[in-house]
C-alpha cells in the first residue's frame, strides 16, 4: 500500500463513495419491512367512549393510502408534497412540467392523458446537484419502492419533524334505527386524508325557511371529491367541511323560502338539488364554474334523503299555527283530488252498466261482493249474492279463496 500513489486515494474515494450508502442501507432493507406496519400514523386515538374523546396525532415514520386519497406531507409544518393512489389520475404538475410544486395548479387532480402515467405513490423527481449523493439517492429510493412493495406503506419522514397533515374534521355518518328509519350520526375527529375518489357526504340542515312560514328539516346527501388537495388543505381557514357547513345552508334556504310546504316535503321540485350541485359544478363551455370549486370541492350529485317539518317542540307558538294552517291546506287538497277521482270513477261505472245492461250490473255485484269479503276476512259470515241463482256458486268460490279455503 503505497500513500504517495496518487490511485491509491482515488480507489479510496471511490470505496467510501459506493460502499458506505451499501453498508448503510443493508440493515435497512432488512429491518424496513418489519418494523413499518407497527409505525404507520394515525391521525387520533380514542381514549374514552364518548366521541370528544379523541386526541390529534401526528406520530408516524410511514403511511397507509388506500385506493382514492390523497395525503400531504408536511416538514414543520411546511407543505412538502401530496401522495396520491387513485389509478387513472395524476397532478397536473406531472403533466405540465412548467408549473412549480409550490403552486396550487400543480396539484389539480385530473384524468392520466393517454401519453402518461398515473401518480405513483413514491414519486421521484431529480434535482440540480443530486449527482454528487447519487448512490445513496438511488438505494433511498429503491429502499422506499422494497417496503412499499412488501407491506403496502409508504415512507413520510421522521416524525415529528416531517409526517402527514392531519387536519380537525366534522361529518355526519348515515345509519338505519331499530324501526328502519333513516338517521345521521354526528363525528368529530381527526383525518389524514383527502378524498380525491367520489364519496358521500351529508349536510344536515336543522331549520330552513319555506314559502308557508313553517320551517322545515332537511339532509342534503351529495357525492363529492377533492378536485384540489392543495387548495382543500391550505385555502381554507376551518377546513374544507366547515366550507360546505357555512356554504350550503344559506343556498338551501335561498331555494326553499320561495317554495310552499308541500312541494318542499314530496320533494317534486328540483330546484333544491340543482341549486347544491351548481355549487360544485366544475367550468365547462357554456357553464360557468361553481364557487365551491375554487375551495378545491366538485359535487357531482345531490339527493334530499330527509325532508321533514321540525318537530312541534322546536317551533314557536306562531310557527305552530302556521304549520297546521299549511297542512290543513295540503289535506284539503288531497280531499278534493281523491273526491275528485271517486266522481268519475262512478260516472265511468254508471255509462258502462247503462251500456251492458244485465251483465255490466252483475259484475257490479261481483266487485261489491268481493270488497265485502276482503273487509269481513275471517271475523265475520259474509252472505253473497241472492235466492240460489247458479251464478252464486261462482261468488262462494271467490269469497272461499279469499278467506284462504278451497272452493
Given at each position: 500500500m503505497d500513500f504517495t500513489d496518487p490511485m491509491f486515494y482515488v480507489y479510496l474515494v471511490v470505496m467510501l463513495y459506493v460502499g458506505i450508502p451499501i453498508l448503510f442501507f443493508i440493515p435497512l432493507f432488512v429491518a424496513g419491512p418489519l418494523v413499518a406496519k407497527s409505525l404507520v400514523n394515525r391521525p387520533f386515538y380514542q381514549y374514552g367512549p364518548d366521541e370528544k374523546d379523541v386526541i390529534k396525532s401526528?406520530?408516524?415514520?410511514?403511511?397507509?393510502?388506500?385506493?382514492?386519497?390523497?395525503?400531504?406531507?408536511?416538514?414543520?409544518g411546511r407543505f412538502i408534497?401530496?401522495?396520491m393512489r387513485y389509478p387513472g389520475h395524476t397532478f397536473r404538475g406531472y403533466v405540465v412540467p412548467e408549473l412549480h410544486q409550490n403552486t396550487a395548479e400543480y396539484w389539480d387532480v385530473i384524468n392520466t392523458p393517454d401519453d402518461?402515467?398515473?401518480?405513483?405513490?413514491?414519486?421521484?423527481?431529480w434535482r440540480r446537484y443530486k449527482f454528487i449523493y447519487l448512490p445513496y439517492h438511488l438505494l433511498w429510493y429503491r429502499w422506499k419502492i422494497w417496503v412499499y412493495t412488501t407491506t403496502g406503506t409508504i415512507f413520510t419522514?421522521?416524525?415529528?419533524?416531517?409526517?402527514?397533515?392531519?387536519?380537525?374534521i366534522e361529518y355526519f355518518r348515515e345509519k338505519t334505527t331499530d324501526t328502519g328509519e333513516f338517521e345521521l350520526e354526528r363525528k368529530k375527529n381527526f383525518s389524514d386524508h383527502f378524498r380525491a375518489g367520489n364519496s358521500d357526504f351529508f349536510v344536515a340542515i336543522g331549520s330552513a325557511d319555506t314559502l308557508d312560514k313553517v320551517p322545515v328539516k332537511i339532509v342534503i346527501g351529495m357525492v363529492l371529491r377533492i378536485q384540489n388537495p392543495w387548495v382543500a388543505a391550505y385555502d381554507n381557514d376551518q377546513g374544507w367541511t366547515a366550507r360546505l357547513y357555512a356554504t350550503i345552508p344559506s343556498q338551501v334556504n335561498d331555494v326553499?323560502?320561495?317554495?310552499?310546504?308541500?312541494?318542499?316535503?314530496?320533494?317534486?321540485?328540483?330546484?333544491?338539488?340543482?341549486?347544491?350541485?351548481?355549487?360544485?359544478?366544475?367550468?365547462?363551455?357554456?357553464?360557468?364554474?361553481?364557487?365551491?370549486?375554487?375551495?378545491?370541492?366538485?359535487?357531482?350529485?345531490?339527493?334530499?334523503?330527509d325532508r321533514s317539518v321540525l318537530p312541534q317542540d322546536k317551533m314557536s307558538t306562531t310557527q305552530q299555527q302556521l304549520a297546521a294552517v299549511a297542512l290543513a291546506r295540503v289535506a284539503a287538497a288531497?280531499?278534493?283530488?281523491?273526491?275528485?277521482?271517486?266522481?268519475?270513477?262512478?260516472?265511468?261505472?254508471?255509462?258502462?252498466?247503462?251500456?251492458?245492461?244485465?251483465h255490466a250490473r252483475f259484475a257490479a255485484e261481483i266487485e261489491r261482493d268481493v270488497r265485502v269479503a276482503q273487509a269481513a276476512g275471517d271475523r265475520a259470515i259474509i252472505s253473497i249474492g241472492g235466492?240460489?241463482?247458479?251464478?252464486?256458486?261462482?261468488?262462494?268460490?271467490?269469497?272461499a279463496t279469499l278467506k284462504g279455503g278451497r272452493p
Open positions: 401526528t406520530f408516524g415514520f410511514f403511511t397507509e393510502v388506500e385506493p382514492g386519497q390523497v395525503k400531504i406531507v408536511e416538514r414543520g408534497r401530496c401522495i402518461c402515467s398515473d401518480a405513483r405513490a413514491i414519486h421521484r423527481k419522514g421522521i416524525a415529528p419533524w416531517q409526517t402527514v397533515r392531519v387536519y380537525p326553499t323560502r320561495n317554495l310552499p310546504l308541500d312541494q318542499v316535503i314530496s320533494g317534486s321540485n328540483q330546484d333544491i338539488t340543482n341549486r347544491v350541485v351548481e355549487l360544485g359544478r366544475e367550468a365547462a363551455p357554456g357553464i360557468a364554474e361553481g364557487p365551491l370549486v375554487k375551495y378545491g370541492i366538485v359535487i357531482e350529485q345531490a339527493t334530499t334523503p288531497a280531499r278534493k283530488i281523491s273526491a275528485a277521482a271517486e266522481a268519475n270513477a262512478a260516472l265511468q261505472m254508471t255509462r258502462v252498466m247503462k251500456a251492458g245492461g244485465d235466492g240460489g241463482r247458479e251464478d252464486n256458486k261462482f261468488l262462494a268460490a271467490i269469497l
